[in-house]
């Protein structure tokens, strides 16, 4: 089994930045691909930003350029990071980490095995 946990969300001005963390713990060696995901009230769950075990990456087209995700994997651990800059209202919305055995670099929430709880961001005009 895989647990995930994410931290670092809150409350920000428009043009700030923040950083989220995910701890994966268990069976983490199975992981292969780990992202981030997000949504909005009143809006479907969407992809953010993903990263493998290679350190490939994909995001979202309207993240380009303002979000970086980063991963660190240690023999029990897996560690999973978005440092989000020049955030705008859009932004705001609970961000939610996710992990797969899948082998390539999927943006579907579908192929995502397992999910934490979700943290808040709100990015105020």
């Known amino acids: 089994q895989v647990r995930l946990v994410e931290s670092g969300g809150g409350l920000v001005q428009a043009g700030g930045s923040l950083r989220l963390s995910c701890t994966a713990s268990?069976?983490?060696?199975?992981?292969?691909?780990m992202g981030w995901f997000r949504q909005a009230p009143g809006k479907e769950r969407e992809f953010v930003a993903n990263?493998?075990?290679?350190?490939?990456?994909?995001?979202r087209d309207s993240v380009k350029g303002r979000f970086t995700i980063s991963r660190v994997s240690t023999k029990n651990m897996e560690y999973l990071y978005l440092r989000m800059n020049s955030l705008q209202p859009e932004d705001t919305a609970v961000y939610y980490c996710?992990?797969?055995?899948?082998?390539?670099?999927?943006?579907?929430?579908?192929?995502?095995?397992?999910w934490g709880q979700g943290t808040q961001v709100t990015v105020s005009s």
């Open positions: 990263m493998n075990r290679s350190g490939g990456d994909d995001y």
């Open positions: 996710a992990a797969t055995n899948q082998g390539t670099l999927v943006t579907q929430s579908t192929f995502y095995d397992y």
């Open positions: 268990g069976l983490t060696s199975s992981l292969y691909v």
